[in-house]
């Protein structure tokens, strides 16, 4: 008779080794999640290992506009997985021209090169505007300035960090790289006297969605355009949050018809399955990359250029725009029609909305708690914004659901 005993080194987890446990003891601890364990997703629902059901009201930080495992794009997952999936960029496949193509012309923007995390997307707009300012600007060697916004959340990696204006995302990882100046975001003026003959290009977020979702005032992105072409210097909206219909425009740029000269894109690109993250630009931009310049193991992969495509396709033919235009206008006065005190203030546009928790009454962590006890999962921001950023594809009747939920626990918490 033969008993199974698990070989030493793999010891198989003992029933009752809580998926939280095992995070907390074999894992980083390099983030603070809701003590809620999920096992499927389905639309703009999410659903934990007890079977309870929970509104997802931040999908991801945009990762998952398009709502959980949408059919027509694990299709197209599955379709191209079981053909094709990673080749490497030495070789063509035949999904990534016309993926780029769609990329290129929704956007309007004249090339466009794949990447997979939001991060690599800024790291390239980074590239692309060094050698752009040596090569076309004739910045002297080694001296190209690149201008960003106070509050700016570009990702983590060591060059990005070390021009954040959060304390905690820099603390202890430093050296940082030079070549970075920060101005305050929505001041126009400000930004036109940072500027100096080695500024190669300013990288803003037209809202700042990490930062608390930060609204800038009307005309900042159309003064900041006018400004950049006044000293040649490059417009690089990062979108990697607002893009792709979140804030109720195909690009949060198009709300001003403000056309950047570079564009990163990522989160919803990747239609909630995989991370596909580009950056695009006009063409004397692009044209600095030369081969050897810059790449990507999984950048551009047929896997990813699939999904993206079919995630660009669905974004059309469900006509997402609008829809998050229409929800979010409609979630927004609903959030104000509440007028609860503890709100002092409701932010954002689209599907895009910052709740501003009075801190005398509630922390935005505490609010986020109680509202997973109602069935509602989001996250809070800079500790007084609860995020309200769902799918796209939200139905009205389940805003109405998060409202009322969000209502009920203010006036338990007041
Ligand atoms: C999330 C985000 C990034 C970084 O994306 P990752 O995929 O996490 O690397 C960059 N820019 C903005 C505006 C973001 O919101």
Redesign the pocket.
């Known amino acids: 008779m033969h008993t199974a005993t698990p070989h030493a080194a793999f010891p198989a987890a003992a029933p009752g080794d809580a998926p939280i446990a095992l995070e907390a003891q074999y894992g980083a601890h390099n983030y603070h999640p809701l003590p809620v364990v999920l096992t499927r997703g389905a639309g703009a629902y999410l659903f934990d290992d007890a079977g309870r059901r929970y509104l997802d009201m931040m999908s991801a ?1 945009s990762a998952v506009s398009f709502g959980h495992s949408h059919p027509v794009l694990v299709r197209a997952l599955t379709e191209q997985a079981g053909r094709l999936a990673v080749t490497s960029r030495a070789f063509h496949t035949d999904q990534l021209g016309p993926f780029l193509q769609r990329l290129s012309r929704m956007t309007g923007m004249a090339r466009a090169l794949p990447m997979n ?3 690599e997307a ?1 790291e390239t707009a980074i590239k692309a505007a060094r050698k752009w300012a040596y090569k076309v600007k004739r910045v002297p060697e080694g001296q190209a300035q690149i201008l960003v916004a106070e509050g700016n ?4 990696t060591t060059t990005i960090v070390g021009f954040s204006s959060e304390a905690q995302y820099r603390d202890g990882f430093g050296p940082f790289a030079p070549g970075f100046a920060s101005v305050p975001f929505g001041d126009a003026p400000a930004l036109e006297a940072a500027i100096t003959p080695h500024t190669a290009a300013f990288i803003v ?1 037209p809202i700042q ?2 930062a608390g979702i930060v609204v800038p005032p009307a005309g900042y992105l159309k003064a900041v355009r006018e400004i950049c072409n006044r000293h040649n210097v490059l417009m690089i909206c ?1 979108e ?2 607002t893009g792709l219909g979140r804030t109720g425009a195909l690009l949060a740029c198009d709300h001003e018809g403000v056309k950047p000269d570079g564009l ?1 894109l ?2 919803a690109l990747g239609g909630g399955l995989l ?1 596909v ?1 580009a950056f695009l630009a006009r063409d004397d931009v692009m044209a600095q990359f030369t081969p050897g310049d810059h790449g990507s193991t999984f950048g551009g992969n047929p896997l990813a250029a699939a999904v993206g495509h079919a995630a660009l396709s669905l974004l059309e033919r469900e006509q997402l725009v609008q829809r998050a235009a229409d929800q979010g206008a409609y979630l927004m006065a609903r959030l104000r029609a509440l007028a609860h005190p503890a709100i002092t203030e409701v932010r954002g546009r689209g599907l895009l909305v910052g709740v501003v928790i009075d801190p005398r009454v509630a922390s935005a962590r505490q609010v986020c708690e109680a509202l997973m006890h109602e069935g509602v999962l989001t996250k809070d921001t800079h500790h007084t914004v609860v995020r309200l950023a769902p799918p796209l594809v939200i139905e009205r009747e389940q805003i109405d659901v998060a409202v009322q939920a969000l209502a009920r626990v203010l006036r338990s918490l007041a």
Not at 153 to 156: D, I, K, L, Q, Y
Request: net charge negative; glycine share 20%; proline share 5%.
């Open positions: 930080y995390s939001g991060a800024v959340f570009a990702g983590r977020e969605g990490e990062d990697v949050q990163t990522g989160k991370p993250s």
